[in-house]
T-cell receptor
């Protein structure tokens, strides 16, 4: 079973716009991580937010975590064509990650 | 540093054949993982290892076996391949010092079972 579920499943935006995707999960977590996967490639870690944190920034990425609602959001600001990829949230409950199905983001020039 | 490497990159098997996928990492990580990724789904954990000589079952272990004889290598075996094992397989590793931190992924092995 998948712990995290991303919403939307797909997102199409133009360069310069912001992209927001959400992740909901079911059980308590130690941390929540976001990964990016370019077509045909492995996953790349983007950012980790711990259960006692509410917001975290890394460059053009902003992640929020609401443990009371069991949800997280990933915001990519000023998107670029190179941001075209699938984005996955992964929850860590007992040292193992459980991934959602991902949000496919397409950024057009 | 090569990071995490996987061999082979592609493989086609017939039902009933066996094969071994090799994962190697040069980051001296203690933890290693095997996942499978199917269309429209996230990654699902097959088996994992927290150190040399130790392995444990993940979410979908049936039909697979693993071995971790050396710290840097993690092997995934399919003894009798089935079409349901057609998938993309990813290996990952992480540091025990960051036991609940990021995982580093290999480029994947695309396996087709006919």
């Amino acid at each position: 079973s998948q712990q995290g579920e991303e919403d939307p499943q797909a997102l199409s935006i133009q360069e310069g716009e912001n992209a927001t995707m959400n992740c909901s999960y079911k059980t308590s977590i130690n941390n929540l991580q976001w990964y990016r996967q370019n077509s045909g490639r492995g996953l790349v870690h983007l950012i980790l937010i711990r259960s006692n944190e509410r917001e975290k920034h890394s460059g053009r990425l902003r992640v929020t975590l609401d443990t009371s609602k069991k949800s997280s959001s990933l915001l990519i600001t000023a998107s670029r064509a190179a941001d075209t990829a699938s984005y996955f949230c992964a929850t860590d409950s007992w040292g193992k990650l459980q991934f959602g199905a991902g949000t496919q983001v397409v950024v057009t020039p | 540093n090569a990071g995490v490497t996987q061999t082979p990159k592609f493989r086609v098997l017939k039902t009933g054949q066996s094969m071994t996928l090799l994962c190697a990492q040069d980051m001296n990580h203690e933890y290693m993982y095997w996942y499978r990724q199917d269309p429209g789904m996230g990654l699902r954990l097959i088996h994992y290892s927290v150190g040399e000589g130790t392995t444990a079952k993940g979410e979908v272990p049936d039909g697979y076996n693993v071995s971790r004889l050396k710290k840097q290598n993690f092997l995934l075996g399919l003894e009798s391949a089935a079409p349901s094992q057609t998938s993309v397989y990813f290996c990952a590793s992480s540091s025990a010092r960051q036991a609940r931190g990021e995982q580093y992924f290999g480029p994947g092995t695309r396996l087709t079972v006919t």
